[in-house]
T-cell receptor, first 117, second 117 residues
Framework: GAVVSQHPSWVICKSGTSVKIECRSLDFQATTMFWYRQFPKQSLMLMATSNEGSKATYEQGVEKDKFLINHASLTLSTLTVTSAHPEDSSFYIC?????????????FGPGTRLTVL | AQSVTQLDSQVPVFEEAPVELRCNYSSSVSVYLFWYVQYPNQGLQLLLKYLSGSTLVESINGFEAEFNKSQTSFHLRKPSVHISDTAEYFCAVIANAGGTSYGKLTFGQGTILTVHP
């Protein structure tokens, strides 16, 4: 149980285009999902908290207009990197908060490698 | 707010040797503690967690960690490592009380464990 998927697993795009990354909880409902980015040889940095049916909460320094988050259902959150530039190249990982006894745990997706040329 | 410090960025060991990966944290509220493992180009997998109860927690693959509240530490240990344990390990905490940090994972910088034959 508690499986989280991400799609795509990797994507290459041209500078200036937009890229959408999906995060799905496959066998449980997730009212809260989180988006992280990870630069090479660095730790995970929380970008935003995504709550189903409401606006995402962004961490300080994260541009909300550049990283659009939509959490339209209890099993799907999307992150859209708008007008991507090479500096946006990174590994993006989502997680979903568990339910019941697992409420204080986060279950992670496999990540999406974004390369912007 | 919380912070997590992993004192060693890289730990090389020989197969079948014991290993300890150190983790210290600071927080003004009580926390839950986690160790995650990340293999190259993959997401995070939960290794073990401390929520309450016994301060010594174990994983199914032989790792253990002990929560030491007085030293604010949660070091990860394994008495005999295998080649397959080569990965990056992240220590993380979640505040278990209210406030702006509630429910957000704060990660350490990561420790790369390399097991040599």
């Amino acid at each position: 149980g508690a499986v989280v998927s991400q799609h795509p697993s990797w994507v290459i795009c041209k500078s200036g285009t937009s890229v959408k990354i999906e995060c799905r909880s496959l066998d449980f409902q997730a009212t809260t999902m989180f988006w992280y980015r990870q630069f090479p040889k660095q730790s995970l940095m929380l970008m935003a908290t995504s709550n189903e049916g409401s606006k995402a909460t962004y961490e300080q320094g994260v541009e909300k207009d550049k990283f659009l988050i939509n959490h339209a259902s209890l099993t799907l959150s999307t992150l859209t990197v708008t007008s991507a530039h090479p500096e946006d190249s990174s590994f993006y990982i989502c997680s979903a908060r568990g339910q019941g006894p697992s409420y204080n745990e986060q279950f992670f997706g496999p990540g999406t490698r974004l390369t912007v040329l | 707010a919380q912070s997590v410090t992993q004192l060693d960025s890289q730990v090389p060991v020989f197969e079948e040797a014991p290993v300890e990966l150190r983790c210290n944290y600071s927080s003004s509220v009580s926390v839950y503690l986690f160790w995650y493992v990340q293999y190259p180009n993959q997401g995070l997998q939960l290794l073990l967690k401390y929520l309450s109860g016994s301060t010594l927690v174990e994983s199914i693959n032989g790792f253990e960690a002990e929560f030491n509240k007085s030293q604010t530490s949660f070091h990860l240990r394994k008495p005999s490592v295998h080649i397959s344990d080569t990965a990056e390990y992240f220590c993380a905490v979640i505040a278990n009380a209210g406030g702006t940090s509630y429910g957000k994972l704060t990660f350490g910088q990561g420790t790369i464990l390399t097991v040599h034959p």
